[in-house]
């Protein structure tokens, strides 16, 4: 079993251990096909017998396959969470970023620290991509693994991203008029392009492995 890091950042490490997130989508080990994702179609995923795992995708233009490793595995492959954090003088004990608002709002520590005007304590995260192995707090298992466009996501799998479906599809707004909410998938694009715009924005529609956890 091949046990990979990978990224999570703002509130996703919490999503997944509070169960709302277990999908995400990557575009690492993309990066020919994306320079013209509209050249390539059908991807179909397959197992080499040496255990690594491979997108076949078809090419209109020469008719020839071309084929794209999946860096993070595959099914039955592990997974392990690489997030912002915080250690200890000596790295005994870890502070999980993703954790910190809800801990100090939990305990009321910002509103004991106000109120007797003391200073607030000073922490150095550290940054995901520098977490070990050892301060990993979170494992999932892949249990599906598919290469699709990105804006193929459907409204379920956008909710498996971690979007908390809106309750109701219109709300009110000032001076009585009525809007429509943002449904899961419309939040899913804001979303992404708030981490991925700059490389991949939601309009370009790069090709992404969808990995299910």
Request: charged share 30%; net charge neutral; aromatic share 12%.
């Amino acid at each position: 079993m091949k046990e990979t890091g990978i990224i999570m950042t703002g509130s996703h490490p919490r999503d997944i251990l509070d169960g709302r997130k277990t999908q995400t989508r990557r575009t690492y080990g993309l990066k020919e096909i994306n320079k013209n994702p509209d050249r390539y179609f059908h991807p179909v995923i397959y197992q080499s017998i040496t255990g690594e795992w491979f997108a076949w995708f078809s090419d209109k233009e020469s008719s020839d396959p071309v084929i794209a490793k999946c860096p993070y595995g595959g099914v039955g492959d592990l997974l392990w969470v690489k997030e912002g954090h915080a250690l200890s003088a000596d790295g005994s004990k870890v502070l999980y970023r993703a954790d910190y608002a809800v801990i100090w709002r939990e305990l009321d520590l910002g509103d004991f620290i106000k109120e007797r005007g003391l200073p607030m304590p000073k922490i150095k995260w550290r940054p995901s991509i520098h977490m070990f192995r050892k301060h990993s707090r979170i494992e999932r298992t892949i249990k599906g693994l598919r290469a699709e466009r990105l804006q193929e996501i459907s409204q379920e799998d956008a909710v498996c991203e971690g979007i908390i479906p809106p309750e109701h599809a219109f709300r009110m707004i000032s001076g009585g008029d009525v809007e429509a909410v943002p449904s899961p998938k419309e939040d899913f694009a804001e979303l992404w392009d708030s981490i991925n715009k700059k490389k991949y924005p939601y309009d370009f529609n790069p090709w992404a492995f969808a990995l299910g956890f």
